[in-house]
Nanobody, 124 residues
Framework: QVQLVESGGGSVRAGGSLSLSCVASGYTYNRKCMAWFPQTPGKEREGVASIATGTGSIYYADSVKGRFTISLDNAKNTMYLQMNSLRPEDTAMYYC?????????????????WGQGTQVTVSS
């Protein structure tokens, strides 16, 4: 059974930083795409960063380029999201996602497995 467990959320003031982690277990295939999807109440999840575990290729949404960094530690089956220069509009529940990697994208439909989320709150 595939499990994704996020951690590292919290509250921070605008301009601050947070680091999120996602530990994956039970995933049979070594090559997969993983991504981070923030979601605010009443809105759909919109991906902000994705990474291919086989090639290390990375894709960012324009809204986070230069501020967020996605990375992997394959030995630990862990994905990270370093978030710098945080803004109030970054406030959301951040979900970790994983799925087959035919292409690297931020389309929610590509991702099959989801974590339970970790809350990030940025105050002005």
């Amino acid at each position: 059974q595939v499990q994704l467990v996020e951690s590292g959320g919290g509250s921070v003031r605008a301009g601050g930083s947070l680091s999120l982690s996602c530990v994956a277990s039970g995933y049979t295939y070594n090559r997969k795409c993983m991504a981070w999807f923030p979601q605010t109440p009443g809105k759909e999840r919109e991906g902000v960063a994705s990474i291919a575990t086989g090639t290390g290729s990375i894709y960012y949404a324009d809204s986070v380029k230069g501020r967020f960094t996605i990375s992997l530690d394959n030995a630990k089956n862990t994905m990270y999201l370093q978030m710098n220069s945080l803004r109030p509009e970054d406030t959301a529940m951040y979900y970790c996602a994983a799925g087959p990697c035919w292409t690297l994208s931020l389309l929610e439909t590509q991702y099959v497995y989801w974590g339970q989320g970790t809350q990030v709150t940025v105050s002005s």
